[in-house]
């Protein structure tokens, strides 16, 4: 059965870099099958995709966010993890880890961490 | 970027109602569209992708429609375990994804 459980610090100082991991277990992150990413919602608000990472280690990221953001894989303990720099109180949000399909018809994410919450403080 | 625009922000109805949220891209992404639940205080589930294909184990009073850049979502028979936040979400290209919104509905 697929897990994915988000970790981290839930407190960040502003201008501070925020990094969170992603452990998943009933799969393996260097599965050609899949990609993983990063989504989060600030409080009463809506969903905003942060980036994807595939096995290759290829990357996407919303380019609202791109200069501040990397995202990558650890094979070795079947984790990837969020880097987001520089934040200020308008990355506070309860982050998600997820995973999608890969391939032609991928895309949508049919597995979803239960979130944490991060505060900038 | 490809702007989904869900609506109405919110919708009020009564158990038994058919419920329709409407989504809408800046521009042509074809079929591929996903629609998600978000029950308050839970992660959001996927309940539709390929915009009428229902996941396993959602059960068939939801359904979607639409192509291009006007897409639905129904509800043909509002449940009191429905009321949710519903997003939709467009994955017409990996490297830019984006989701809608949101529309709450509520009894």
């Known amino acids: 059965q697929l897990q994915l459980q988000e970790s981290g610090p839930g407190l960040v100082e502003p201008s501070e870099t925020l990094s969170l991991t992603c452990t998943v277990s009933?799969?393996?992150?260097?599965?050609?099958?899949?990609?993983w990413g990063w989504i989060r919602q600030s409080p009463g608000k809506g969903l905003e995709w942060i980036g994807t990472?595939?096995?290759?280690?290829?990357?996407h990221y919303n380019p609202s966010l791109e200069t501040r953001v990397t995202i990558s894989v650890d094979t070795s303990k079947n984790q990837f993890s969020l880097r987001l720099s520089s934040v200020t109180a308008a990355d506070m949000a309860i982050y998600y880890c997820?995973?999608?399909?890969?391939?032609?018809?991928?895309?949508?994410?049919?597995?979803w961490g239960q979130g944490v919450l991060v505060t900038v403080s | 970027d490809i702007r989904m625009t869900q609506s109405p922000s919110t919708l009020s109805a009564s158990v038994g109602d058919r419920v329709t949220v409407t989504c809408r891209a800046s521009?042509?992404?074809?079929?591929?569209l996903a629609w998600y639940q978000q029950i308050p205080g839970k992660a959001p589930k996927l309940l539709i992708y390929?915009?009428?294909i229902l996941e396993s184990g959602v059960p068939p009073r939801f359904s979607g429609s639409g192509s291009g850049t006007d897409f639905s979502l129904t509800i043909s028979s509002l449940r009191p375990q429905d009321v949710a936040v519903y997003y939709c979400?467009?994955?017409?290209?990996?490297?830019?994804?984006?989701f809608g919104g949101g529309t709450k509905v509520e009894l």
């Open positions: 390929q915009t009428s």
């Open positions: 521009q042509s992404i074809g079929g591929w």
């Open positions: 997820a995973r999608a399909d890969s391939g032609a018809a991928g895309g949508y994410f049919n597995h």
């Open positions: 990472v595939c096995y290759s280690e290829s990357t």
């Open positions: 009933g799969a393996y992150v260097s599965s050609k099958s899949y990609f």
């Open positions: 979400q467009q994955y017409s290209t990996y490297s830019l994804l984006t």
